[in-house]
């Protein structure tokens, strides 16, 4: 379990203004859950990720993670070193027990198999995203923190990438709080979608969706997004 209680969290500027990021925010993830915080650009979402992730520790609230084992994350820019091949990345990610782990499950289900040996200047943003997936499952993380992790591909390449993000969620299942500005890709993943105001963010509502992932066609997704709007008005 996550529960996130953040009172406040602000920043000073260059030219001494406060700029609020989060506001008032709680929010609690169930372990082995999959939940969406979808809000407007700029409204503090990468902000909650960090302080979620220890990055930034000055803030008023409290975060408390229940789950004992690895936390892992994946960001907007997939983040892998230049000087090293794919598996090698994923590889350094390890701890030294795991470090020799037969990967190539893994590796199949992402569709990064025969591409192990490649460096990351070889490969896509595409498949860059698919490598930066893979070190993060490979740690078999006990929660996961995805920032945008499909953010500026196609619709088809991202829509083929929510596949493979759900069919490797299902093979190594872990507690998963993922940022996202599409609403479309929240209502085909998530188990519950938290809603956040314009900065600073806030919880301005809850949705959670009940219909199971195997039956998320592309006209459940639509309606389920129609429901979604018309439960809270205003949400683009
Ligand atoms: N280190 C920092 N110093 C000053 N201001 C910051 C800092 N980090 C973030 N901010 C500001 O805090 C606010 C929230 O930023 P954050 O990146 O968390 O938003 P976001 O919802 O993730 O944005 P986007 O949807 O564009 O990715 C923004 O106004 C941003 O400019």
Redesign the pocket.
């Known amino acids: 379990m996550l529960d996130v209680a953040i009172r406040a969290k602000s920043?000073?500027?260059a030219d001494g203004t406060v700029?609020e990021?989060v506001g008032d925010l709680r929010l609690s993830v169930p372990t082995g859950r999959f939940t969406c915080l979808v809000?407007?650009?700029?409204?503090?979402?990468?902000?909650?990720l960090?302080l979620i992730l220890g990055l930034d520790r000055h803030f008023d609230g409290e975060i408390a993670i229940s789950e004992t084992g690895a936390v892992a994350a994946v960001f907007?820019e997939p983040r892998l070193l230049p000087w090293r091949t794919v598996e090698e990345n994923i590889r350094l990610a390890l701890p030294g027990a795991s470090a020799g782990e037969d990967l190539s499950g893994l590796f199949q289900t992402l569709g990064l198999a025969g591409l192990e040996t490649f460096y990351p200047g070889e490969l896509s943003l595409g498949l860059a995203r698919r490598a930066a997936l893979a070190r993060a499952f490979a740690l078999r993380p006990s929660l996961l923190l995805l920032?945008?992790p499909f953010v500026s591909l196609d619709e088809a390449l991202a829509a083929r990438l929510r596949g493979l993000l759900a069919e490797v969620w299902s093979a190594r299942p872990t507690t998963v709080l993922m940022?996202t500005?599409n609403l479309r890709e929240a209502v085909e993943l998530a188990d519950e979608i938290v809603l956040l105001t314009p900065?600073p963010?806030r919880v301005s509502g809850v949705y959670p969706v009940t219909v199971p992932r195997s039956r998320r066609d592309a006209a459940t997704v639509t309606a389920l997004l129609a429901d979604l709007t018309a439960a809270h008005p205003g949400t683009a």
Do not use: L, M, N, W
């Open positions: 920043f000073r500027s700029i990021a809000g407007p650009s700029g409204c503090g979402k990468t902000t909650i960090r907007q920032d945008e940022v500005h900065r963010a």
